[in-house]
Nanobody, 121 residues
């Protein structure tokens, strides 16, 4: 199973910033939506932000105005700029890429391995 490669997590104080990156290998074609989920200990995985190939974006309410998702289609890479981080943003962050295949007439979702973001108060 192909995996996306994530980077950029770490430990930051409240109010600080981090930028996550996620690159899909060149063998994944026809990528439509890309996005980020997060999962905190004891909680369900939640969608943080998603961006279409055309650049339309959507965010969970709790990060609006603080996080910005962007992508570089030429590099098959999606980014998540996180500003004004709060302790409640602490979680493992997972990126995904949705690839449409005509051979199966459907979409396959690929995932990154996850990167930990820890925000101290």
């Amino acid at each position: 199973q192909l995996r996306l490669v994530e980077s950029g997590g770490g430990l930051v104080q409240a109010g600080g910033s981090l930028r996550l990156s996620c690159a899909a290998p060149g063998s994944i074609f026809s990528i439509n939506a890309m996005g980020w989920y997060r999962q905190a200990p004891g909680k369900q995985r939640e969608l943080v932000a998603v961006i279409t190939r055309g650049g339309s974006t959507n965010y969970v309410d709790s990060v609006k105005g603080r996080f910005t998702i962007s992508r570089d289609n030429a590099k098959n890479t999606v980014y998540l700029q996180m500003n004004s981080l709060q302790p409640e943003d602490t979680a493992a962050y997972y990126c995904h890429a949705d690839s449409f295949s005509t051979s199966i007439s459907g979409t396959t979702r690929y995932w990154g391995q996850g990167t930990q973001v820890t925000v101290s108060s």
